[in-house]
């Protein structure tokens, strides 16, 4: 039987069903996650995740992924998420279904365009492959840009893992050192996974 998940869909369910909300604590001056980004970010932790972000960003989050996001609207934001399959699936799958499904973004977009893609970078028990891509956001009626890091896996059963980074398209330069940033400073608990970071 052929298992997908929406990328949006389950960071939105886990939102409105949450039993409980994260615990946020200051983080220890010896945390070599904050030493390495040297930016003031504060520690968070859910059942599933732990995650540094700015003071005020918000966090969506759920068994399967969590979105963090800037507090004027989510006009940045950083997101991981990661689903199965009970077949194989492509890098190109995986972004097509994220943009028919509204996973590239929690707002719709108009004109979703890849500028970029890298090549596939293989690593034990999968491969990966970053899409660059601009599009309209409807709410804000302004270009934005994302980078889309998409890991298929192809041993101990099917799927994929994503973790993406949006923001304007007019500062993407400006917040792009930023979001990557917070994006390598989310962990998945217990195992805490680095996003960012290829397996094997």
């Given at each position: ?64 992924g969590i979105v963090v996001s800037s507090p004027d609207s989510g006009r940045k934001s950083v997101g991981v998420g990661f689903a ?35 090549r596939k970078i293989g690593f034990r028990g999968g491969s990966r492959q970053v899409y660059v891509w601009t599009a309209r956001r ?63």
């Amino acid at each position: 039987m052929r298992r997908w998940f929406s990328f949006a869909a389950v960071i939105l369910a886990a939102w409105l069903c949450a039993p409980t909300p994260a615990v946020a604590s200051p983080a220890p001056s010896g945390d070599p996650v904050v030493q390495s980004t040297r930016a003031k970010l504060k520690r968070h932790q859910s059942k599933y995740w732990i995650w540094y972000a700015p003071r005020r960003w918000v966090a969506a989050k759920g068994a399967s992924g969590i979105v963090v996001s800037s507090p004027d609207s989510g006009r940045k934001s950083v997101g991981v998420g990661f689903a199965g399959s009970g077949y194989p699936v492509s890098h190109a799958f995986v972004f097509k279904y994220l943009k028919a499904s509204g996973g590239l973004d929690s707002h719709p977009l108009r004109n979703v365009r890849v500028i970029r893609k890298s090549r596939k970078i293989g690593f034990r028990g999968g491969s990966r492959q970053v899409y660059v891509w601009t599009a309209r956001r409807a709410d804000l009626r302004a270009k934005v840009r994302g980078e889309l890091k998409i890991d298929v896996f192809s041993s101990v059963g099917y799927g994929f893992m994503v973790a993406g980074i949006n923001a304007p398209n007019a500062s993407w330069r400006k917040d792009f050192r930023l979001l990557r940033r917070i994006a390598g400073a989310i962990f998945y608990r217990p195992q805490a996974i680095d996003p960012w970071k290829p397996r094997g």
